[in-house]
């Protein structure tokens, strides 16, 4: 089944705890993408990929890094986690950048403490 | 001004109902436009995708685009309970920047 896996689906951390979102999907995708949700402002970029090795900023990227050394995984680090990340994440890949559409992950919720 | 507003609902409409979902948007370079739902607890699935202006139909879902007025609907006929869910507009540019900008979503509750 074509899917993008993300873990863990929740997490509660406290301020200052590195931590790690995981992201793979098995389309052979180039672009992929991580998102946070919050209400009232909805979906925002945090950052994206274009192939490997290739990332860009988003909207929002302060206290995110990410990295993709293999064209399938695209973690999300969040090096020191604070209340303000306490959000609703998604990753999500298309096949490009433009108008093909995102198979988007199942969310992983994240509560920062 | 954002450049993608989205009325937010809730919608609530009789089973059966034709539901007509909207967007409105700033930026002239938007070229692809989609629709997504998104059910409670879930990632958003792409529904419909069009490039630039016109109508695009997939059974009961019908996507339009008006570029002039800078303006994009997503109709559904004979709507069901099953069809309950936030839909969120999305849209891109077709160069300059790999980004899509999402309004922020319009619930739609349809009930029995």
């Known amino acids: 089944e074509a899917q993008v896996t993300q873990n863990p689906r929740y997490l509660i951390t406290v301020t200052g705890k590195k931590l790690t979102v995981t992201c793979s999907q098995n389309m052979n995708h180039e672009y992929m993408s991580w998102y946070r949700q919050d209400p009232g402002l909805g979906l925002r970029q945090i950052y994206y990929s274009m192939n490997v090795e290739v990332t860009d900023k988003g909207d929002v990227p302060e206290g995110y890094k990410v990295s993709r050394k293999e064209k399938r995984n695209f973690p999300l680090i969040l090096e020191s986690p604070s209340p303000n990340q306490t959000s609703l994440y998604f990753c999500a890949s298309s096949f490009s950048g433009y108008g093909y559409g995102y198979t988007f992950g199942s969310g992983t919720r994240l509560t920062v403490v | 001004q954002k450049e993608v507003e989205q009325d937010p609902g809730p919608l609530s409409v009789p089973e059966g109902a034709i539901v007509s979902l909207n967007c409105t948007y700033s930026n002239s370079a938007f070229q692809y436009f989609m629709w997504y739902r998104q059910y409670s607890r879930k990632g958003p699935e792409l529904l419909m995708y069009t490039y630039s202006s016109g109508n695009k139909e997939d059974g009961r879902f019908t996507a339009q685009v008006d570029k002039s007025s800078k303006y994009i609907s997503l109709f559904i006929r004979d709507s069901q309970p099953s069809d309950s869910a936030t839909y969120l507009c999305?849209?891109?540019?077709?160069?300059?920047?790999?980004?899509?900008?999402f309004g922020t979503g319009t619930r739609l509750k349809v009930l029995a």
């Open positions: 999305a849209m891109s540019a077709t160069s300059g920047t790999y980004k899509y900008i």
